[in-house]
């Protein structure tokens, strides 16, 4: 009796086991429909809609604040864009050969008059002389004249010779140049040139650009070596144009041990006389996303546009704007990226539910 109580009761734990078993078997894919139809009834807040073809993020001015969401109103801002040319450094051998020829006459002039000088006073010695009873002939009076009319001849010639080298040298270096190279006394510009402490260079600017001003600058670079830049200050417009590119020429000097005569180099230099109106945009406002630069331009109380930007002109603040952005549109400068991450979290959103 007991034995076949316990077989009894053993056949019952198995069917037990087994109905289990089967229920939970066949229960699985039920219970996972309903859990995801359960995760499916849960409410996901979307911030993000579609206004007139433009992606709109609506976060609350209390989100806004939680999240540290910054705005900034744009600085209006107008900017004269760099133009980049070319020039070259100049040799100015000829300069000091025609400052050379040109003292060198200058000191023959002052011997010149030097001469004149004394050979006047022995006109009027052997003039007053000849007067008091032909004490000297009228011969040597006459050669004493004519000494001295040779002289101021001779003085008118070196003269005449001075200023037409002088003429050369404002031909062939302008106005500025010229006076530093027919100064008698070495200007220190004129000696760190000789010395080669400092290198003159010629750029060539179109023909709207605006005139470089007195203590401007540009920076330089060899073509041969661009990243090796290094500034040029201002000196004179240059007389002579660049055979191989037309335009405006100007003189710059540099202090430099790299350039050589003859060097080509390039040059960001002289601004455009046209000017452009728009905004500065700030570092801090710029996310990139696709390898654009974009910002989020808050459009309302609790509503974010992202626009797209182009980063081309650095300024001291951040980028010149030219474009839809206006001044004193307000951009986000702080919790850009995560207007980005909720914008994107919408879409994968979306695109579950389709």
Known sequence: MNR??????????????????????????????????????IETINRVAN????????ISPAAQKQSDILTSPLKASSHQASISTY????????????????????????????TLSHDKSEFER??????????????????????????ETKITAAESNAKNISDSIRQLWGDTLAQHAINPKTS???????????????????FDAAEPKQNSSIMIAPTA???????????????????????????????TNELRAGMQINATTATSSKKSNGVIVPNNAIIWYAGKPWVYQKTGADQFSRKPIHT???????????????A????VISGAQLLLSEEFKSQIMNENDD
Not at 51 to 58: E, L, N, P, R, Y
């Open 4 to 41: 076949k109580l316990a077989i009894i009761i053993g056949l019952q734990a198995f069917l037990i086991v087994v109905l289990f078993w089967l229920l939970a078997f066949y229960g699985k894919d039920e219970f996972e429909a309903m859990s995801e139809q359960s995760e499916e009834e």
């Open 51 to 58: 206004k007139d073809g433009a992606t709109i993020i609506s």
């Open 87 to 114: 020039g070259n450094v100049v040799s100015i051998d000829s300069l000091i050969e025609l400052r050379n020829r040109y003292l060198a006459v200058k000191s023959e002039i002052d011997v010149l008059k030097a």
């Open 126 to 151: 052997l003039k007053a002389l000849n007067q008091d009873n032909k004490n000297v002939s009228d011969k040597a009076l006459a050669g004493a004249a004519a000494n001295t009319k040779s002289d």
């Open 188 to 206: 220190d510009l004129l000696q760190a040139l000789i010395s080669n402490k400092r290198v003159l260079i010629q750029t060539t600017l179109p």
């Open 225 to 255: 070596a661009p990243s090796h830049t290094m500034s040029a200050q201002y000196v004179s417009p240059a007389p002579l144009t660049n055979s191989t590119i037309q335009g405006k020429t100007y003189f710059y000097h540099a202090v």
């Open 312 to 326: 081309n002109i650095e300024v001291d603040d951040g980028w010149f704007y030219q474009g839809h952005l206006k």
């Open 328 to 331: 004193n549109d307000e951009v």
